[in-house]
């Protein structure tokens, strides 16, 4: 158990809708990472925090958003859903911002758009 | 410029064979390589992680050998067991930036 929760495990909506995934990092952790992981993608970086400031985007739509809030616990939101979008959303933990520090994986989202 | 090249995309070894996943970068400025495990269900899993500074670290039976000047790194597993079935990702990331940049993924089955 790395100490990272994410909610909800699964979930399952149609085109079109908006969801809200939500990430809790390892206690003392500062820094929050997304991910999207798709079977022929690999492991996408989406976006970082740092304690309530955005640090680094990487590939995320504009029809995605995130914040920190300042409990440290992080939201991803998606909206417009497409098939595509259909992936699982990892959320990692790290201490501090540098690049150098080990991040901490939470078990995931699942997200299916149907 | 920020990928990471990684293969093969899976790898069937018996058990005790030494499967060897390679990585390759361009982006010079990268200068911390981890390697992350990943079973199914889970999240990643930091395995092991190199600096350019030295040409190989060993962990346990887990090995990151790095050639700075052909820009490459690779993950050696000795004497592997089936519990080493396994997703494993390189991934690069460079002083001040905070990106990782993370491999495409080698799909490890490791046969009793």
């Known amino acids: 158990d790395s100490g990272v929760t994410q909610t909800p495990k699964h979930l399952i909506t149609a085109t079109g809708q908006r969801v809200t995934l939500r990430c809790s990092p390892r206690s003392g952790d500062l820094s929050v990472y997304w991910y999207q992981q798709s079977l022929d993608q690999g492991l996408q970086f989406l976006i970082q925090y740092y304690n309530g400031e955005e640090r680094a985007k990487g590939n995320i739509l504009e029809r995605f958003s995130a914040q920190q809030f300042p409990d440290l616990h992080s939201e991803l939101n998606l909206s417009s859903l497409e098939l595509g979008d259909s992936a699982l959303y990892f959320c990692?933990?790290?201490?501090?911002?540098?690049?150098?520090?080990?991040?901490?994986f939470g078990p995931g989202t699942r997200l299916t758009v149907l | 410029q920020q990928q990471v090249k990684q293969s093969p995309q899976s790898l069937i070894v018996q058990k005790g064979g030494i499967p060897i996943i390679n990585c390759a970068y361009e982006n010079t400025a990268f200068d911390y390589f981890p390697w992350y495990q990943q079973f199914p269900g889970k999240g990643p899993a930091l395995l092991i992680a190199?600096?350019?500074?030295?040409s190989e670290k060993k962990e346990g039976r887990f090995t990151i050998s790095f050639n700075k000047s052909a820009k490459q790194f690779s993950l050696h597993i000795m004497d592997s067991q089936p519990g080493d079935s396994a997703t494993y990702f390189c991934?690069?990331?460079?002083?001040?930036?905070?990106?990782?940049?993370f491999g495409a993924g080698t799909r490890l089955f490791v046969k009793a």
């Open positions: 190199i600096r350019p500074d030295v």
């Open positions: 990692a933990s790290s201490k501090t911002s540098g690049s150098y520090n080990e991040q901490f």
């Open positions: 991934a690069a990331s460079s002083t001040g930036g905070f990106k990782t940049i």
